[in-house]
């Protein structure tokens, strides 16, 4: 339907919510003319729930959007800076974070009298079951909330997704008047329960409790009342609400709903709030992003006279900020579906710090260096404390006073001691001769290891010649491989205060493919050599179908990884990694996508694993005692039937029992049809979770960036060493550079002492 937009619109926002409210007072306040319904299906005092949370920066962009409404926020909010960490019986403070909080109500009273003063039209205690009677209408807003009738009705073209998420909560209140934003984590026999509480006036607090499933039914509420619950809240958390009672508001248990939309917009009709996106309310974000959509939408219609370009329009300026703000609240969310894990796994009850710190990195977005701003003291404690744990861990003394940052502390694994937690990834250069490894592996390396990374671990290299991925592959198949690799290792060793390790690996079915540049995983046009895999699956359909590997390949082989172990170690390499990982051979046995097998190597994960343990076992032991082995995993096959986090922590906790000292968290790249969720750190929950779950040490790789992402992840326990591969390549003197940034004095080789007296200027 073609609309061409008058000077003025005729609008019905379905919903009177945040989203719909403030949109309708945003689009008034740019054009008086405009004639706008908001069709509510309640009374005007009316509302379920208690307070809503808004950060510092949200109030400023409030108060750009429409001041009046912004100052009658303030009039009434809560304020606070500090965040208590109830765990453990000890209550730790972190300080820095500016947030208010306002009751809902409160919230919608300003919002429906500010529609009054501009002349919006406000009709409750309407329900919208039917679009007919708005026929008239230039814009429709869906603003219905998460379970919005508008985007049921057309379904077929907003085409939702709702990801109903595991743990159960409740939202409650009390007239317990919380200090500070409140985190109460508490054990009790049927589980962990967690309390996010937070003042909304002065006299009144939110007070939402979760906990996993398991402990929500163990504990009987399933069957709970809304009155059984408040009886239970009040009895769990008597101490913490020092004798306030817990207040109820159609507070029923809920499972929280991730919501998201193909497509936000149809026609005139747009969605906009919780009926377009949810963000779970651990980062506290869903009122805010309902008014920032209502800022956003009418800033569209602004900009553009036809109704359905200013609704393209917001949505392609809105949608990426939405997703990416989605993102981190399923980090977050996962936070508290495992939070468990960090109480009662392998590794034992994580020390108060380290749960703090954990915590408030918890969505990935905030670093140890944004702590740093906000709360100095804390991030203080926490790298005295960490700066201490290595210590013991290395026996290695480290100054305390002023402990380093996380990334400059030593890490032992075996007999090998790392000087920081910076490590060089595997990246195969596609420029060897029949796998010998040339001058540009020497530089390549020997670069990365003067650029201050503790260990840089040399490419994928095979344990044969038919091993090899491509043409230009590095081996460890024949004499002249260790003469070459012991060149680069002795120039390491000579010069770097690195340590160098090697992966090892068969390529299996993704073999006899081009070099990088060529063409990622095709065939090679000619000179093809047989492949072998776990299965007889080939990798594309036009790959090479692989032979299923028999008893007499799987002996082959295994010599064969035996062979290049005891040839690494003539060459003198300090640690080898065995590549298990983005479906080479190794990789094909563990995954099932890749792995059909009918014999003892099929089926079940142990015995799909079973083949990769029997070749760790067989270098482990020609391996020298003293010297570590890393395996690099797939967590996840990101595509459906293939593995999942529960099996990487399962193949984790295998791994260690056979005598591998840490695993390095990859994912993916078994299948070609993968769908992998990318994002910053989108790895790290899965090394979170095996260090924690596993009990193993991990590596976590795969967009770590920043200095500042690597003191967290070190500092929040969610790995021992980060890994850069891509980082290292745009920089080799990655870790140098950070540490000039920190102020942390890394020391120079002697022959480039002079650089002490440089101050880098990127710009002018
Ligand atoms: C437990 C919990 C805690 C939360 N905590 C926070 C927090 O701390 N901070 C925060 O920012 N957000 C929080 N939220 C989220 C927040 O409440 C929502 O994200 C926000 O209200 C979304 O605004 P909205 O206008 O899109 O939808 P809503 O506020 O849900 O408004 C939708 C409106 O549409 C009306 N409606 C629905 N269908 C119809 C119909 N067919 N006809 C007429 N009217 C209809 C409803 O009655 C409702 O008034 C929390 C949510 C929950 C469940
Ligand atoms: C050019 C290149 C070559 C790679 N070769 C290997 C390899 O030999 N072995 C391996 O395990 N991973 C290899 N990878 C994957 C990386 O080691 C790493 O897991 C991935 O790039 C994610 O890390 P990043 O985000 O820091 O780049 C390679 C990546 C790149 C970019």
């Known amino acids: 339907m073609e609309r061409v937009r008058r000077s003025s619109l005729r609008i019905v926002c379905v919903g009177g919510g945040p989203a719909g409210l403030y949109f309708a007072i945003l689009m008034k306040k740019a054009d008086p003319a405009h004639e706008i319904t908001v069709v509510e299906r309640n009374r005007p005092d009316d509302t379920f729930g208690f307070g809503v949370v808004f950060s510092d920066a949200t109030l400023e962009t409030f108060a750009e959007a429409d001041r009046e409404t912004f100052e009658e926020i303030t009039r009434t909010f809560a304020h606070w800076d500090d965040i208590d960490i109830h765990y453990g019986g000890e209550v730790l403070t972190s300080t820095g974070h500016g947030f208010c909080g306002l009751s809902r109500q409160v919230l919608l009273d300003v919002l429906q009298r500010r529609c009054l003063q501009l002349g919006v039209k406000l009709e409750f205690q309407t329900e919208v079951t039917d679009l007919a009677p708005y026929a008239d209408a230039d814009l429709i807003l869906a603003a219905d909330g998460v379970n919005s009738w508008v985007r049921s009705r057309y379904a077929e073209h907003f085409q939702p997704q709702i990801d109903w998420r595991p743990n159960r909560f409740v939202w409650l209140g009390t007239t317990c008047p919380f200090p500070a934003f409140a985190f109460i984590f508490k054990e009790s026999e049927h589980g962990l329960w967690c309390v996010h ?439 996840t096959d990101w595509a459906p039937g293939g593995l999942e986090a529960e099996d990487a922590v399962r193949v984790a906790a295998l791994l260690g029992a056979h005598g591998c000292d840490i695993v390095t968290v990859s994912t993916g790249q078994t299948v070609p049809d993968q769908q992998p969720v990318y994002g910053r750190l989108y790895q790290t929950p899965f090394s979170d979770r095996i260090r924690h779950e596993a009990g193993i040490p991990t590596m976590t790789v795969g967009n770590v960036g920043s200095y500042a992402d690597v003191n967290s992840i070190l500092a929040a326990g969610r790995a021992d060493l980060c890994v850069l591969a891509r980082g290292h390549l745009y920089d080799p003197y990655w870790t140098r550079h950070a540490a000039y940034e920190q102020g942390y004095d890394l020391p120079w080789p002697d022959q480039y002492v002079s650089v002490k007296s440089f101050t880098p200027r990127l710009l002018s």
């Open 197 to 635: 509480a937070y003042r909304y006036d002065g006299r009144h607090s939110t007070f939402i409790l979760e906990a996993t499933a398991e402990t929500w039914r163990r504990a009987g509420l399933d069957r709970a009342t809304e009155d059984d619950t408040v009886a239970f809240t009040e009895r769990l958390f008597a101490r913490e609400l020092r004798g306030h009672p817990i207040l109820k508001n159609r507070s029923l248990w809920r499972n929280f709903p991730t919501v998201k939309n193909a497509r936000w917009h149809h026609e005139n009709i747009v969605l906009v709030g919780d009926a377009a996106h949810t963000a779970h309310f651990s980062i506290g974000s869903g009122t805010r992003l309902a008014m920032e959509d209502a800022i956003a939408l009418s800033q569209a219609l602004q900009r553009h006279r036809d109704v359905p370009a200013a609704l393209a329009a917001y949505e392609a300026e809105r949608r990426p900020q939405v997703e990416s703000l989605q993102r981190a609240a399923q980090v977050s969310l996962e936070w508290f579906e495992e939070t468990e894990h960090y109480l009662s796994g392998p590794r034992g009850r994580l020390e108060p710090i380290q749960f703090a710190m954990s915590l408030l990195t918890r969505s990935l977005r905030v670093t140890h260096e944004n702590l740093r701003v906000r709360d100095p003291k804390l991030v203080a404690t926490v790298d005295r404390w960490f700066a201490a744990e290595a210590a013991a861990q290395s026996g290695v003394p480290v100054t305390l006073t002023p402990p380093p940052p996380p990334m400059f502390t030593p890490f032992r694994l075996r007999g090998l001691v790392l000087t920081n937690r910076i490590v060089v990834s595997p990246m195969c250069q596609y420029s060897a001769q029949d796998g010998t490894p040339n001058d540009w592996h020497l530089v390549n390396l020997g670069s990365r290891a003067a650029g201050g990374a503790a260990l840089v671990i040399g490419e994928m290299t095979d344990v044969s010649r038919e091993g090899r991925i491509s043409p230009g592959c590095t081996g460890m198949y024949k004499a002249a491989h260790v003469v070459a690799w012991r060149r680069i290792v002795e120039f390491v060793h000579r010069h770097t205060t690195a340590k160098i390790g090697l992966q090892l690996a068969h390529a299996g079915r993704k073999g006899s493919t081009r070099r990088l540049w060529e063409g990622i995983d095709e065939p090679l046009p000619e000179g093809n050599w047989p492949l072998i895999s776990a299965s007889p699956i080939p990798y594309f359909p036009y790959s090479q179908v692989p032979k299923e590997m028999d008893r007499a390949d799987m002996d082959l082989v295994r010599e064969q990884f035996v062979r290049a172990t005891r040839m690494a170690e003539e060459a003198g390499f300090d640690l080898l990694e065995l590549h298990m990982a983005h479906g080479y051979l190794l990789a094909s046995f563990v995954s099932p996508l890749t792995n059909t097998r009918a014999d003892a190597y099929g089926g079940s994960l142990d015995n799909r694993i079973r083949y990769p343990l029997e070749v760790f076992d067989a270098v482990r032991a020609v391996w020298p005692a003293e010297k570590p082995i890393s395996v690099k995993i797939s967590a």
